[in-house]
């Protein structure tokens, strides 16, 4: 009987979490269209998927018995099936009801996905949002039967006139007639509430394509039978270094899939802008508008999470503090609307995601001013700083320009929060300014958190791993020089690293280790760190090899102790603590140095060099033997990096011809291959006369650049035939010179140099994909 | 040992219970709560952790955080021998290791066999003991994977800092605090 009683009350539970699930989604959707449908009020589509989003909300829930829900989402389907039915006309007041009532359904599915019930409020909000869709729909109606009459009227009042600054309910202004006892009765917060709080079942479940979960499967299988054999053979087997591989390039698929299992497009995050803009831009009194760029984007899932705060806070700051006031826009030439632009990709290895606003700018002079006036850095100082390493003292904690404090940002936290939340994940936060024309916010991430390229070091005999990313540099201190190496300032011990004194942090003593003889009698390294501006030396005894380790979390009494990030199981079988360079510090008493300035801005300076190269950069090839019709110098072209997906070597006869244009079959689809020099042709030739003396076969091999070449409708993927790849470099635009040739020419290495035609716009953009393969 | 409670197993009255050796006592814990038992695989002792953490152990693609029995009783940790039991808490998702001398064997006791923890019994031990059955060589006592918990121990608060004045970490624990 208990059995049979069982299943019932776990089909219901399952049941719930699939339907908390899907009307998460389904308000989500909801949440888009709504804010759409504010410019487009005629898409009769939009209408159609938020009635529909509500209306399985409504049909799930009294199958469920949540009775709550089945009211409130009932008085929104009366309210929605009247503005289908064009009884009813959107205006401001009815998206922002209809905010209101998504903002209730998600309190309610909160509630029920905390407690397992609905629970009932005390004070009866529901009624009262109740009551106002309803009157609402009523207020529409009549509106539509007799346009002439008094509703009408206030109607009218209500809608266009207070577009710019009502719909935030907390801040509607006083004027907008006698509803004010019921939206009083709202919870003022209700918009802020709904959108701190994520939804956390979604954060825990994942939509995967069954296709990948095959795959998967099919890994698993392969990886099944390949153990079955290795159990069954010996190390001296023959056939043993083959299984090794084997299981080699089964685990190596298996992790890419798994992996890429995970990855989840960025736009998921970039959905619960719109109405944050459209909010935030109300109670600012802006006017904005949100772009998307990129939202196809993958992005791990536990990154996704990781970046959502800080990505929050950077739009936040670029409509408070970016975009200016309607009138100083119009005033300055711009159009009245300011945009946001929120743009994703992949860089080398890294997810870089863009918040843009052509707002004011950030002055560089007003940077500097306030830094020395909080005294993060001194007017001498401040002299000598470029325009960059100066915005960077925007992240410093404690720095905030704004001339008022808001209650939407300006608190002086922030973009160090933002800063310190990006690092945290292993990313980094840069900011670009032109003052007059806007402010690009730019977070690289990396593409997943799971496995880091980490230093394994010993201290008293154990092992523990440091990140790659925190790690500046290594010092040895050989035995007789260990005693002087080490000086002290009253308590803190100090090493003369160069020009300036490093703090020096035992990792034993710090971890109260055993050791066996006095640290300063024998030989040890120093690790010199970084992270969350401290800079401190970690005294190890020895180091290990670097080593790709995965990343396992620890429980949670042990992640209280702070050191520790993480562990991981070594090559050799054994467990290693990943150490938190941050905590570390910060237990060890390291503060912070960026009131230094040159600390905080050494590493950014380098990051934007490496930057500025991969932006810039070129790939400068050879076409052909001969002087090619529109290579200027003996063939050798040039091609933008960024256009460059990869560089194949491919075997002459993979490459196939049909109606006597060159093709190859490249990753499951055609690509026509574009031959200027004729270099296939001459590698016939070659091959020809190398098999007949010779009997290697396959042995010619043509080097394809597998490229994007923009076009009007977007970019179309070309294979181009190149003699050889010579070199990548940084590489600038010359100004087109239209009287002297059609050609776009750079300056590359310092020689002039021929840009492949149909890709000059592309230089200077940032790359579309990652650079594989230098061939 | 177990010959003559296994054929009384069968009776359904009887509990299989999996005896424990830790120090001179004897512990059981009802097989069914019990995952798997690891051999002698020594955890990776954490730096700075609580006292009754032995350490922590790779098992099935994750970190294992291991309890040490014997700190919990204010004995040295480790002492020789030692063998590592697996549990899983379902609700919680919490799966953890419990490090004890090793186990004796399985043994088969009557349900009414249990006493309950007598009223006498110190806060420490109320807290970890759940009642003992009374076998004619001696006590048993029951342990409920449940409270031995790394997340329950914890916000207990009794195997705290003040335990460590049992273990071998004991100095140099004192000489990092602040």
């Not at chain 1, 536990?302 to 739009?315: F, G, K, Q, W, Y």
């Not at chain 2, 099935?60 to 919990?72: K, W």
């Not at chain 2, 379902?90 to 923890?117: C, H, K, P, T, Y």
Request: glycine share 10%; charged share 25%.
């Amino acid at each position: 009987m208990v059995v049979r009683q069982r299943p019932d009350k776990e089909e219901v539970e399952d049941l719930t979490k699939e339907f908390l699930a899907e009307s998460q989604e389904g308000l989500e959707r909801m949440e888009i269209c709504l804010t759409q449908l504010e410019k487009k009020p005629d898409d009769e589509e939009l209408v159609a998927e938020i009635f529909r989003a509500v209306h399985t909300i409504k049909g799930t829930t009294g199958f469920l018995g949540f009775g709550r829900l089945e009211k409130l989402a009932h008085a929104g389907e009366s309210l929605l099936g009247a503005l289908r039915d064009r009884r009813l006309a959107v205006s401001t007041e009815l998206i922002s009801g209809l905010l209101e009532l998504m903002d209730g359904l998600r309190g309610i599915l909160q509630t029920i996905e905390a407690t397992g019930t609905e629970g009932e409020r005390t004070s009866d909000n529901d009624s009262a949002l109740i009551a106002r869709l309803m009157e609402l729909r009523d207020r529409g109606s009549a509106a539509k039967a007799a346009p002439a009459s008094q509703n009408r009227a206030s109607f009218d009042k209500l809608g266009p006139g207070a577009s710019s600054s009502s719909g935030h309910v907390a801040q509607r202004p006083p004027q907008s007639s006698g509803h004010d006892a019921v939206l009083s009765a709202l919870p003022a917060a209700a918009p802020g509430v709904a959108m701190a709080a994520a939804p956390s079942m979604q954060d825990k479940t994942l939509r995967i394509d069954v296709d990948v979960l095959n795959r998967m499967m099919n890994l698993v299988g392969d990886l099944v039978l390949t153990r079955n054999q290795i159990l069954r053979s010996t190390p001296g087997a023959e056939n043993f270094p083959e299984l090794a591989r084997r299981l080699d390039s089964v685990t190596a698929e298996l992790r890419e899939s798994v992996m890429l299992a995970r990855m989840q497009p960025v736009g998921y995050l970039f959905r619960k802008f719109p109405r944050l803009v459209r909010d935030l831009a109300a109670t600012c009194g802006r006017q904005v508008r949100i772009e998307f760029e990129g939202q196809e984007t993958g992005l791990d899932k536990s990154l996704l999470e990781a970046v959502r705060d800080p990505l929050t806070h950077a739009v936040r700051n670029a409509v408070d503090h970016g975009i200016e006031p309607p009138q100083e826009r119009i005033e300055t030439g711009k159009p009245v609307e300011g945009v946001v632009r929120m743009r994703a990709y992949h860089q080398s290895g890294s997810v870089v995601i863009e918040v843009i606003d052509d707002g004011a700018g950030i002055s560089t002079g007003r940077v500097l001013a306030k830094a020395i006036e909080h005294g993060l850095v001194t007017p001498e100082q401040a002299e000598a700083m470029t325009q960059r390493e100066a915005l960077q003292l925007i992240f410093v904690s404690g720095f905030s320009t704004a001339k008022q404090v808001t209650n939407v940002s300006g608190r002086g936290v922030g973009l160090d929060v933002v800063r310190t939340n990006v690092e945290k994940v292993g990313g980094s936060v840069e900011l670009e300014s032109q003052l007059g024309s806007g402010t690009t916010l730019r977070m690289r991430v990396p593409l997943t958190l799971a496995i880091v390229p980490a230093l394994v070091v010993r201290s008293a005999g154990e092992s523990f791993a440091l990140p790659q990313n925190s790690l500046v540099e290594l010092v040895y201190v050989p035995r007789h020089e260990a005693q002087q190496a080490v000086e002290r300032m009253g308590t803190t011990e100090l090493y003369r690293l160069r020009e300036s004194l490093l703090p020096l942090v035992w990792l034993d003593r710090l971890l109260g280790l055993e050791h066996s003889a006095d640290a300063e009698t024998h030989d040890f390294y120093i690790a010199v760190v970084e992270s969350e501006g401290r800079r401190f030396g970690l005294v190890v005894d020895d180091l290990k090899a670097p080593e790709e380790i995965v990343v396992k979390p620890l429980s949670a009494e042990l992640r209280e102790i702070g050191v520790f990030s993480g562990a991981t199981v070594l090559g050799n079988g054994t467990l290693a603590l990943i150490l938190d360079v941050a905590a570390t510090g910060a237990r060890a008493g390291v503060r912070p140095v960026a009131e230094d300035g040159t600390v905080v801005n050494a590493k950014p300076a380098v990051d934007e060099t490496a930057r500025i190269d991969l932006e810039n950069s070129m790939v400068i090839y050879e076409t052909g033997e001969h002087k090619s019709s529109q290579g200027g110098d003996g063939g050798r072209m040039a091609m933008p990096l960024s256009a460059v997906e990869r560089i194949e070597s491919v075997p002459l006869s993979e490459i196939e011809y049909a109606g006597g244009r060159a093709v190859l079959q490249y990753r499951g689809e055609l690509l026509p291959l574009e031959d200027d020099g004729n270099v296939l042709r001459a590698l016939a030739e070659a091959e020809a006369t190398a098999s007949a003396g010779d009997a290697r076969k396959d042995g010619v091999t043509a080097t394809v650049l597998i490229c994007l070449r923009p076009e009007a409708n977007g970019a179309r993927r070309v294979g181009m035939v190149v003699r050889r790849v010579l070199d990548v470099s940084a590489g600038r635009l010359l100004a087109a010179d239209a009287a002297a040739s059609e050609e776009q020419l750079a300056m590359v290495k310092n020689r002039v140099t021929a840009i492949h035609r149909g890709f000059a716009q592309q230089a200077g953009l940032p790359q579309p994909s990652i650079l594989k393969e230098v061939a | 040992m177990r010959s003559t409670e296994v054929k009384e197993a069968d009776t359904g009255d009887a509990l299989p219970i999996c005896s424990l050796r830790v120090g001179t006592g004897l512990y059981g814990i009802e097989t069914r709560q019990i995952r798997e038992v690891l051999g002698t695989t020594a955890p990776r002792r954490v730096p700075l952790a609580p006292q009754y953490i032995a350490g922590v152990l790779p098992y099935r693609g994750e970190v294992l955080t291991t309890v040490c029995f014997r700190a919990l009783l204010g004995l040295e940790c480790w002492a020789g021998s030692h063998c590592v039991l697996v549990f899983d808490d379902e609700e919680n998702e919490e799966r953890f290791g419990l490090m004890v001398d090793g186990v004796a064997g399985v043994i088969a006791v009557q349900r009414n066999a249990l006493e309950a923890n007598p009223g006498g019994l110190d806060a420490r031990s109320q807290e970890l003991f759940d009642g003992a059955y009374k076998l004619p060589s001696g006590l048993m006592v029951r342990l409920d994977p449940q409270r031995l918990r790394p997340s329950r121990l914890a916000e207990s608060g009794l195997f705290g800092s003040e335990s460590a004045s049992h273990g071998r970490l004991k100095q140099e624990r004192q000489g990092e605090k602040k």
